[in-house]
């Protein structure tokens, strides 16, 4: 089956340690999205990569790093500098190139920082 | 930059009732997507539109890609309770560059069924 995996589905840390979420694809798609999602809100774009060993910021990249050293795999990095850490985490993916504009989701993981 | 305005916020419906829901933008799109998010899970694509004026339907639901390019509407008839979730809007306007595929998304709207 193909998909997005994202582990773990929770996740919890103390303040002032990073922590990184996980997300693979074998959907053999070349784009790759990191979303933030509050409470009652709606999706916050973190960081992205179109191709391999190339990524950009989004709209809430600060606080955040990420890697794209293989095409199924776009790790998440929560660093300590990110100030409200608690949140929804979620991964998608895309063909890139073509017509379609389709971003396809992980289950997402949960961070709770106490 | 671009912002998608989605309402309503949230609905209270009965089951057996019909939902509208939409999205406005001030700037085109060329693609809008409809998502439906369960509690806890990720959003999960409902419909796609790539033309102006197009109407695409997936069972329940009916999706329109308003011929302004401005805007798209989502309606669900005769609701059940599994319907209830949250619905997202997702609009491309094909920028370009390294802003190639990124999607602006609506601030969605809470549904819930009573039965």
């Known amino acids: 089956d193909g998909g997005i995996t994202q582990s773990p589905k929770y996740l919890f840390r103390k303040e002032g340690q990073n922590v990184t979420l996980s997300c693979e694809q074998n959907?053999?798609?070349?784009?790759m999205y990191w979303y933030r999602q509050d409470p009652g809100q709606g999706l916050r774009l973190i960081y992205y990569?179109?191709?391999?060993?190339?990524?950009q910021k989004g709209d809430i990249a600060e606080g955040y790093s990420v890697s794209r050293e293989k095409k199924e795999s776009f790790p998440l990095t929560v660093t300590s500098a990110q100030k409200n850490p608690t949140a929804f985490y979620l991964c998608a993916s895309s063909i890139f190139g073509g017509a379609s504009y389709e971003q396809y989701f992980g289950p997402g993981t949960r961070l709770t920082v106490t | 930059g671009q912002q998608l305005n989605q309402s309503p916020q949230s609905m209270f419906i009965q089951e057996g009732e019909d939902v509208s829901m939409n999205c406005t933008s001030s700037s085109i799109f060329n693609t809008w997507l409809w998502y439906k998010q369960d509690p806890g899970e990720g959003p999960v694509l409902l419909i796609a539109l790539y033309k102006a004026g197009e109407l695409t339907s997936n069972g329940r639901l009916t999706a329109q890609f308003g011929i302004t390019r401005k805007d798209s509407f989502l309606n669900i008839s005769a609701s059940i309770p599994s319907d209830v979730g949250i619905y997202f809007c997702a609009g491309y306007a094909n920028a370009g560059g390294t802003s190639y595929g990124k999607l602006t998304f609506g601030q969605g709207t809470i549904l819930t069924v009573h039965p």
């Open positions: 959907l053999n798609h070349d784009a």
């Open positions: 990569s179109q191709i391999v060993n190339d990524f």
